[in-house]
């Protein structure tokens, strides 16, 4: 089977996979997803309103003006922003902080475009066998216009990307899944994969009928630098990125792993089950040596 040849869907897709589609923040580049949080912070500090990182994280992988919406739905912020704001959390509101951090946003993306350590060369691995990579996102197209030329010129530099601006709707939604899927020539969804660092990334690619990939040790969900990683104790790096693997999984994930560089050896053991006519519909939470959570 080849990109190239019709596939008619009446039987279970025996592979082989022919793309994978990666978020950008805390899954290929800005390990921990450090710059959105910053700028989240930073937009709603300028109303007057402190949030958390436990209020700011959950809704990560969101586009970008949802996420603002749905922390203003948060019981904790919405009554923040009454006391210093005076008025309704609203739609206004959500306007308001927005307008701010959409310009903080272009300029935080730019100086977290570093990829994490072996993406690289891990996408390096998988278009050598004939895997494509696309890319999807929860920023804009102003955001990305300033990110995909830095991220390129550090060495990263998907196939195709697309934005939550470009789609009739951002995650938990298919829709930029399916455009990756037009844009790279794949098909049928069973042939690809979908990672990400969010809850959210993990429902965008079971609703597309993909297989669907956490990474857990370089994300939002842990949400820490690479040198935080490296300090921290191993037994207790070892239990936090369990916790992620087991949230991850409770959202729909087939695999857990610690990072889009340890992706090869999960599609190879995809394509295995493939053979065997094993669909990503059906499959349920797959245990792998790789695997950050135990099961």
């Not at 037994?235 to 990072?259: C, I, K, T, W, Y």
Request: proline share 6%.
């Amino acid at each position: 089977m080849t990109k190239n040849t019709p596939y008619i869907h009446t039987a279970p897709y025996p592979g082989p996979i022919l793309a994978v589609v990666l978020d950008w923040a805390g899954t290929a580049v800005d390990h921990g997803s450090l710059g959105p949080t910053a700028v989240f912070a930073r937009s709603f500090a300028e109303h007057g309103v402190d949030v958390t990182l436990d209020e700011i994280r959950p809704f990560m992988g969101l586009e970008k003006i949802d996420h603002v919406r749905a922390m203003l739905k948060l019981d904790s912020v919405a009554a923040k922003w009454r006391e210093a704001a005076k008025t309704e959390p609203d739609e206004e509101a959500v306007n308001t902080v927005y307008a701010l951090l959409e310009p903080m946003m272009i300029e935080a993306v730019t100086s977290h475009a570093e990829p994490i350590t072996g993406v690289v060369e891990a996408m390096d691995a998988l278009r050598r066998r004939g895997v494509a990579i696309g890319s999807c996102t929860g920023y804009t197209r102003s955001m990305m216009e300033a990110l995909v030329p830095v991220a390129a010129a550090h060495g990263y530099a998907p196939d195709y990307w697309t934005c939550a601006s470009e789609a009739p709707a951002g995650r938990p939604w298919p829709w930029m899944c399916y455009q990756n899927a037009m844009a790279l020539d794949v098909y049928p969804m069973e042939a690809m994969v979908k990672v990400g660092d969010t809850v959210s990334d993990i429902q965008e690619g079971r609703n597309a009928g993909m297989w669907a990939v956490g990474v857990c040790r370089t994300g939002n969900e842990l949400g820490l630098s690479e040198a935080e990683v490296a300090s921290l104790d191993p037994v207790e790096l070892r239990r936090r990125m369990r916790e992620v693997a087991d949230r991850f999984f409770a959202a729909g994930a087939h695999f857990v792993v610690e990072s889009a560089a340890d992706l090869e050896i999960v599609i190879d053991d995809i394509e295995a089950r493939m053979q065997k006519g094993v669909t990503p519909l059906f499959a349920g939470p797959i245990s792998h040596k790789i695997l950050a959570g135990v099961r």
